[in-house]
Every structure is written in structure tokens, then in C-alpha cells.
């Protein structure tokens, strides 16, 4: 084939892509975490109000 005929490829799509993704499955890795960290902390404050009330109630 000829040079001409030849295309160069442009490989920033397909850099930002994989940027753009990286970043996604960062945002989601955090997103998760930080549910993980609010169900801890639901059942911490769930488990100090059944400590206080079972102490009150003797």
C-alpha cells in the first residue's frame, strides 16, 4: 500500500477514554465506601440507643 493510503491512527481518544474510566471506577470505589461507612455508622448509633434505653429502663 501506498502512504497515502495509510491513515494515522489518533490514539488521544482512546487515552481519554481510559482516563474517563479510571476516573469512573475511582468515583465508584469511594461511592461504596463511604456507603459501607454510613451502614457502620447507622449501626453504631442504633446499638449506643438500645444500650442507653436498656440502661435507663432498670
Not at 16 to 43: P, V
Request: charged share 55%.
Amino acid at each position: 500500500m501506498q502512504d497515502e493510503q495509510w491513515q494515522e491512527l489518533d490514539f488521544s481518544d482512546f487515552e481519554e477514554d481510559t482516563e474517563f474510566e479510571k476516573k469512573k471506577n475511582k468515583k465508584q470505589s469511594k461511592r461504596k465506601w463511604r456507603e459501607i461507612e454510613a451502614y457502620k455508622d447507622e449501626r453504631r448509633e442504633k446499638r449506643e440507643l438500645d444500650f442507653s434505653d436498656n440502661y435507663y429502663s432498670f
